[in-house]
């Protein structure tokens, strides 16, 4: 009898444990967007040698002086671009971003002038400029060729698998006038107009050019499972994942980036494992984060420290720091006089 009464206990057991692990593992499995502000750090990027989780949104990202990208939503990792060095603020090559869902902009004035600026300038073509709509693209630009001639492509671009972006050209115009209707002397085709040897980023093959953005464009370097790309004017549109659905939930928040785990310098800092979030204090559309200037933008934020030992910065946008303002250090000299009163700009808490 007694027997009886302990097989059916062990049974039970049993299977309330398999509905706790059950359940436990089911919410561990689900990434929540509502949680990404908490300030616990993630225990899972304690070593040295993980990565750092990244959340973003509404992020002005300057990657270097003539590019500039429009981060909507982000969320990924921050991974080391060498094995023994850590990812720095100070070395934007130190690190890729590699993006699990995002949606991503870049100004296709913005992509114009960089075109013009980088290797694709030193091929048979200058002068570059973009536009289209959609999946339709129209590149202009003089093509040096016994004289300079203006000339445009007409194509389609889309979503590769492999993370590139293919533009199909379906028209080459030379003075408005299709390559067919030419003088046979011309002999046009694309590798005429880009040469892609020594340009990292670009390349062609029939009717095609193949552009890569994470060697391409400056740092720091972007990854991910591109979904879709598009023209929404007056931008360029990426989509990493199933991003638009996460741009939705997240469009009330404040503009932000946050960092979770592994291990980041910045300055003369080195913070493990990383527990920081940077806050947009303006009150406009983006949060103008330069990686180039990103000192002047912590010394006039104001930082507070969190019970788990994180960092919170409230910072302005580089454009709105007064140019004239100057950025003091609490001198010796007040450190040696108890009874003089504490710097202007130094709150009291």
């Given at each position: 009898m007694r027997l009886r009464l302990v097989v059916p206990a062990v049974v039970v057991v049993v299977l309330l444990a398999w509905a706790i692990w059950h359940f436990r593992s089911t919410k561990n499995a689900t990434v929540s967007t509502d949680s990404i502000i908490s300030?616990?750090?993630?225990?899972?990027?304690?070593?040295?040698?993980?990565a750092t989780e990244v959340y973003a949104h509404n992020l002005m990202l300057r990657k270097g002086p003539d590019f500039r990208v429009y981060v909507r939503w982000l969320r990924g990792q921050m991974t080391r671009a060498h094995q023994n060095v850590n990812p720095s603020f100070d070395d934007p090559d130190s690190f890729f971003l590699d993006i699990k869902t995002g949606v991503l902009r870049a100004n296709v004035g913005d992509l114009s002038h960089y075109l013009n600026t980088s290797g694709v300038a030193n091929s048979a073509l200058s002068?570059?400029?973009?536009?289209?709509?959609?999946?339709?693209?129209?590149?202009?630009?003089?093509?040096?060729?016994?004289?300079?001639?203006?000339?445009?492509?007409?194509?389609?671009?889309?979503?590769l698998p492999d993370n590139r972006i293919r533009m199909r050209v379906t028209k080459i115009s030379v003075m408005k006038i299709p390559v067919k209707g030419l003088l046979n002397g011309f002999h046009i085709g694309i590798s005429d107009i880009i040469h892609p040897a020594g340009i990292s980023g670009i390349q062609v093959s029939g009717n095609d050019i193949f552009f890569d953005p994470e060697k391409l464009l400056p740092p720091p370097h972007i990854r991910g499972q591109l979904s879709s790309v598009r023209i929404v004017n007056p931008d360029f549109e990426e989509i990493y994942g199933n991003g638009k659905n996460d741009v939705a939930r997240v469009e009330q928040w404040r503009n932000f980036l946050r960092l979770r785990?592994?291990?980041?310098?910045?300055?003369?800092?080195?913070?493990?494992?990383?527990?920081?979030?940077?806050?947009?204090?303006?009150?406009?559309?983006?949060?103008?984060?330069?990686?180039?200037?990103?000192?002047?933008?912590?010394?006039?934020?104001?930082?507070?420290?969190?019970?788990?030992?994180?960092?919170?910065i409230f910072m302005p946008d580089l454009s709105q720091i007064p140019q004239n303002k100057a950025n003091r250090n609490i001198s010796i000299q007040w450190l040696k006089n108890r009874n003089a009163p504490p710097p202007a700009d130094v709150v009291s808490k």
């Open positions: 300030s616990k750090p993630a225990t899972a990027a304690g070593s040295s040698g993980s002068n570059i400029s973009l536009s289209g709509n959609g999946d339709q693209v129209k590149l202009h630009g003089t093509l040096h060729k016994i004289v300079p001639l203006p000339i445009e492509m007409t194509g389609t671009i889309a979503a785990g592994g291990t980041l310098d910045f300055g003369k800092l080195s913070m493990h494992p990383v527990d920081l979030i940077m806050i947009d204090v303006s009150s406009d559309a983006w949060f103008d984060l330069d990686l180039t200037h990103y000192q002047t933008q912590l010394v006039n934020g104001y930082t507070r420290m969190t019970p788990d030992a994180g960092l919170q």
